[in-house]
T-cell receptor, first 113, second 114 residues
């Protein structure tokens, strides 16, 4: 099955700086890579996703890059704000009939004012 | 749409008792997932259903756990008997049969077994 590793487990940045979270996956057949944000006491919510036919995707201050050869993908947050503080999870799945997500272990991002 | 609905939001029970968690997926979604979240093990998939049929239950920790989906709008996760190590937040999520595959999570049930 799929195995997803996520680094770092904790990340502190100054407000306005950029944050980068990296994930690697094991199953070369995986072709859908979502990122979820979970605020304290809340549910995980999708913030951005990328499919294997795309190398990069941006949505305002967040972007995700995918390197299928190396089997890794990264989340980039620019101009960080205190409200970006949360736990971020990467995940991987075969977006065919399986649809089950394998999650990384999460990164606690703290944006310092 | 109200999103994925879970009940109860909090459950405190004593060891040995039966616990039933409930989930109502988003209308029209044909995939339903049960997850468990703990500090030690992160977010783990327990079981998922497609069109009310269990597809993969390999994540169910042991026979004390069972899940059912009697119809498209309701699912239960039951723990019998419960143990302190079952204490966790249990999330239900649903998704549609479209290629986008986004999973929408419910608010979760925080279970404490004393």
């Amino acid at each position: 099955g799929e195995n997803v590793e996520q680094h770092p487990s904790t990340l502190s940045v100054q407000e306005g700086d950029s944050a980068v979270i990296k994930c690697t996956y094991s199953d070369s057949a995986s072709n859908y890579f979502p990122w979820y944000k979970q605020e304290l006491g809340k549910r995980p919510q999708l913030i951005i996703d990328i499919r294997s036919n795309v190398g990069e995707k941006k949505d305002q201050r967040i972007a995700v890059t995918l390197n299928k050869t190396a089997k890794h993908f990264s989340l980039h947050i620019t101009e960080t704000q205190p409200e970006d503080s949360a736990v971020y999870f990467c995940a991987a799945t075969l977006s065919g009939s399986a649809r089950q997500l394998t999650f990384g272990s999460g990164t606690q991002l703290t944006v310092l004012p | 749409d109200a999103g994925v609905i879970q009940s109860p939001r909090h459950e405190v029970t004593e060891m040995g008792q039966e616990v039933t968690l409930r989930c109502k997926p988003i209308s029209g979604h044909d995939y339903l997932f049960w997850y468990r979240q703990t500090m030690m093990r992160g977010l783990e998939l327990l079981i998922y259903f497609n069109n009310n049929v269990p597809i993969d239950d390999s994540g169910m920790p042991e026979d004390r756990f069972s899940a059912k989906m009697p119809n498209a709008s309701f699912s239960t996760l039951k723990i019998q008997p419960s143990e302190p190590r079952d204490s966790a937040v249990y999330f239900c999520a649903s998704s549609s049969g479209t290629p986008k595959s986004e999973q929408y999570f419910g608010p979760g049930t925080r279970l404490t077994v004393t």
